[in-house]
């Protein structure tokens, strides 16, 4: 099975997403290691990291703060303390947790921070951390304020703080942008390929052999107007060479017809049957001549202007007019109306494949062949036969030199319903005979 190729918008909108996370990977990079060299700055990241963690166990109740270490936290802060001090004090100085003793005098002087709102201080400089700081805590009816001290920091608190400044500020304001770009991106492809995408429907039902079969180019991106005008210079070279080869065939056929008239004339003043086997291979030439000559003035058709058909008419017609040859022929022939609704078109050339269908079936088919002609239902016409393949008897003409080809008087039927619009059905079934329907687009 045949992969779908993806579509521009997929494509552009891929390469954006490679791209926006290359970008984020390298801008995560030069952050981290502008940050991993800044150690003062990433220990104050990390006091204000932990303390604002701490802080969510605060407590008042009665007009009293009361403390216990949050669930999350008490694993690093316990007691006793491993690399991780803590004190927090009320607004008298009174201690309301602490998993320290005596270290907590080294690492927290006392009456100068708790004045602070914030401080922090390098214990010792460079990596693993060695600080401590603390941050005062406005809860009312109390002022809290919490200590930490980080020693060595042997649970990696470093790399939450990177982690937490790059999702706080990168990946958060990158991804809203990276949505934003994408979006503006997806919108603006789609109505810049809006008008190729009608060029598309109309290149699909476009038929290249009309004078006037042309994309239009007005409201195309320049590189997309600069293949549509390419694809018209072909069209237009296509119909020259159609039009070369139509005027071409029409002047062979009339040159050949005149030879064979004279020809037949000729044979007719001869009692010989073998002169008359010649005259029914002239026949033959003589039908494939007029079909020939039928293809090459069928494309001028498209420039007379069409007119409202009704099916049952045409189809009364063309049976009236043929029937005589076809009882001749030992065959019968019977109109049915099945309800046909009007189409726009040529008359004419909607009679002529009518002919071009009950001749096909007069000549492929047995004596006592039941011919039927009907109009609908809907906008269609369907000459059918009853006479299965294996009861069809070619023309003797046929068997023997094969000059009378029915496939051309289907190709003929077939680009006078494309003409208009519809398409030629088909069928030959070996129980219900053949059947041939020209299905046309009914009026606006």
Known sequence: ????????????????????????????????????????????????????????????????????????????????????????LDAAGASLYSNCGAECDAYFPTSETRRLSFWMIELKPGKPLNIAGGRRVSDDPAAVMIDVAIIDDPRGVIWRVLGQEAADHMALPMSLLLV????????????????????????????????????????????????????????????????????????????????????????????????????????????????????????GAGVAAPEKIDPADSAQHVVATLAPLVFESGRTIAFEDRGGAPFRGHRALVENALRNLIDNAIRHTGEGAAIIVAAGPGPCLTVSDDQGDVQRAPAPEVKRNGLDRPGLGLKIVSR?????????????SSRDGARATMVFPPCA
Do not use: C
Request: glycine share 4%.
């Open 180 to 299: 934003f770009v994408l979006g503006a991106t997806s919108l603006s492809i789609a109505q810049a390929l809006r008008p190729v995408r009608l060029n598309a429907d109309l290149a699909a039902k476009i038929d290249p052999l009309a004078p006037a079969a042309r994309l239009p180019v007005e409201g195309m991106p320049r590189e997309i107007a600069n293949y549509t005008k390419a694809v018209n210079g072909a069209l237009e070279r296509v119909f020259a060479l159609m039009q070369s080869q139509r005027i071409m065939t029409s002047a062979i056929s009339h040159e050949v017809r005149t030879p064979l008239a004279v020809a037949r004339l000729e044979l007719e003043k001869i009692a010989d049957p073998r002169a008359r086997e010649v005259e029914r291979d002239l026949d033959a030439l003589n039908r494939l001549v007029e079909q020939l000559t039928t293809l090459a003035r069928l494309e």
């Open 416 to 428: 006078i319903a494309e003409i208009h619009g519809g398409r030629l059905e088909a069928t030959l």
């Open 1 to 88: 099975m045949t992969r779908r190729p993806p579509s521009l918008t997929a494509l552009v909108v891929r390469r954006i997403v490679l791209f926006a996370a290359i970008a984020m990977l390298a801008q995560v990079a030069g952050v981290f290691l502008e940050y991993w060299r800044d150690t003062q700055n990433l220990g104050r990241l990390a006091i204000e990291m932990e303390t604002r963690s701490l802080a969510s166990g605060l407590s008042v109740a009665d007009g009293r703060a009361a403390y216990e270490p949050p669930a999350a936290m008490r694993d690093r802060y316990r007691v006793p303390a491993q690399g991780y001090f803590v004190r927090v």
